[in-house]
C-alpha cells in the first residue's frame, strides 16, 4: 500500500510544480520578454521650483528599481538591448512645511520625490507608456532631512519603485 501511494506522490508532485509555473506572487506579466534594463535616472530636480539637488539620489533610485524587478520577476538584468527598458529622470525632490506650530514654525514637514518614467516593452510595443510617479515622506518639524533621509529614501522608493512595476509588468 505504501508502495503505491509513492508512485501517486512521485507521478503527480512533478504536475503540481510544473503548473504553478505560470503563476506568481507578485502578478507580474512579462509575456515572452528574458531580460530588462533599467538605464541611469538623472537628478534634474534642481530645474523644479524649489526642488533641490541630493547626492546619490539618482543611483540609488535607480539601483532600488532594479532590485525590485529583479526580486519580483525571472527575467535578468542586462545593460542594454533588454526586452523591457525603464528609463526616465528625478524631476521632483523637495521639503515643504505641511502645518505649523504656534509660534509660527514648521511642525510637519513633507519630503515629496516625484520621477518621470518611460517604460518601452519590445515584446509587446501595445504597453509602452511615459508617467509620473510620485510619493512623498512626512517628519516632524523639529527634525532635520538629514536624521530621517534614510527612513525618507527607503519609504518612498518602495512606494514609487512598486508603482512603476504596477503599472509595467502587474496584470491585476
Known amino acids: ?72 520577476t525571472s527575467l535578468s538584468l542586462t545593460s542594454n538591448a533588454g526586452d523591457l527598458v525603464y528609463e526616465g529622470e528625478i524631476v521632483e525632490y523637495r521639503v515643504s512645511p505641511m502645518s505649523a506650530s504656534a509660534d509660527q514654525t514648521a511642525a510637519q514637514n513633507r519630503l515629496t520625490m516625484s520621477v518621470n518614467v518611460r517604460f518601452y516593452n519590445t515584446t509587446k510595443e501595445d504597453s509602452d507608456f511615459e508617467r509620473r510617479f510620485s510619493f512623498f515622506f512626512d517628519f516632524p518639524g523639529t527634525q532635520l532631512l538629514e536624521n530621517v533621509k534614510g527612513e525618507a529614501h527607503e519609504v518612498i522608493f518602495e512606494r514609487i519603485t512598486q508603482d512603476i512595476f504596477n503599472a509595467s509588468l502587474a496584470d491585476w
Open 1 to 72: 500500500m505504501k508502495k503505491h501511494i509513492s508512485i501517486v506522490v512521485l507521478l503527480v508532485l512533478p504536475l503540481l510544480f510544473n503548473g504553478c509555473g505560470i503563476y506568481n506572487f507578485s502578478g507580474a506579466s512579462t509575456g515572452t520578454a528574458e531580460s530588462f534594463q533599467v538605464n541611469f535616472f538623472q537628478n534634474y530636480a534642481d530645474q523644479s521650483p524649489g526642488s533641490t539637488i541630493e547626492p546619490q539620489l539618482d543611483r540609488d533610485f535607480t539601483n532600488a528599481l532594479q532590485d525590485l524587478i529583479a526580486n519580483l
